[in-house]
């Protein structure tokens, strides 16, 4: 219910107001996190987490614990995990996360209910079309059901357009779509609403970020696909945009302010859910790197958080220490060193990449 929606945003717009309180006198460095400097905008600060981590890694949970407001589970959430065997789902990991996040008053995206990629193993293209609906439609009322009333956002549908495929309304030729028809989209997002009326429910997606062609024509694809639904009054409220950028890949900030401004005017928010940079163009040197990385992410933050209608940042992780980018073919560099693209380093330091999160909340406009 729409009540309660605004309730949960009281819930984040009351950390604001705190802090806006605290940083009348000088910010006390224990206040000093990325989630206060986002909450003094009016905006959320989360990062995805590796919940198995939590609880083997003490360093890591309190990084999360003192960093972020929102968490989201990196795996944990996703069908294949959630469903290894068809008929027995297994919640441990994913109900872990929901009471990490409930004993430290963190927020929770859950993510993501529909995705062609990591789908349970007894989804083969042999099963009828109507056992793929079945499945998919009991799926995602038992697990937005089970967190009913408990979830901040849920990526309802995710990656599916891609442009290149050459289909039309610019869907991705993928499982789903090509068994259900991309009618798919619209049933899950009713579905997720009748679970879970509360959660604002997103449409999630990457490749939105730069100045060429293939880029231009996902976000062109995007914007038709969310006035599209807003129009039939298929329940999207939100734009997640990935945001996994790459250094030194040019970026036109006022094209990007243009996509946003579009996407706002339709009348749904926008969240950046899965930010982090590969550095492989760059040099190894690890000054030069993260001067790169920092500034990259920062001209980006800057045009993006601009437009009031984005509500948050979520990194793809916390800490170098556990990125994908370091263990994900594509992303991984050359010379075998640690891919530095998230906040913190391997060791749990600060790098310029936290502080230019932190400067580009402080240079955003208030929400
Ligand atoms: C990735 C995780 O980081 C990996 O640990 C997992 O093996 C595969 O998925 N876009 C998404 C995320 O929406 O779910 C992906 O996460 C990264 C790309």
Known sequence: MPGQVIDRRQVLGGAAALAGAVA???????????????????????AAVQVGRLSSDPAYRAAIIRESAVVVPEWEMKWGALEPSRGKPDFARADALMDFAAENGLEVRGHALVWFRHIPPFLTKDLAPEEWRRAMLSHIERTAGRYRGRMLHWDVVNEALEPKDGRPGGFRKAVFGEILGDIYVDEAFHAAQAADPAAKLYYNDYGLDYTDAESEARRRATLAFVEDRVARKVPVHGLGIQAHLQAGRPFDAERYRRFLKDIAATGVEIALTELDVKDRRLPPDIAQRDRAVADHARAFLDAALDERAVKGVVTWGITDRYSWLSATKGSMRDDGLTVRGLPLDDDMQRKPLWHAIAEAFDHAPSR
């Open 24 to 46: 009348l006198g000088p910010p006390a460095a224990a206040s000093d996190t990325l989630k206060d400097r986002a909450a003094r905008r009016g905006l959320f600060y989360g």
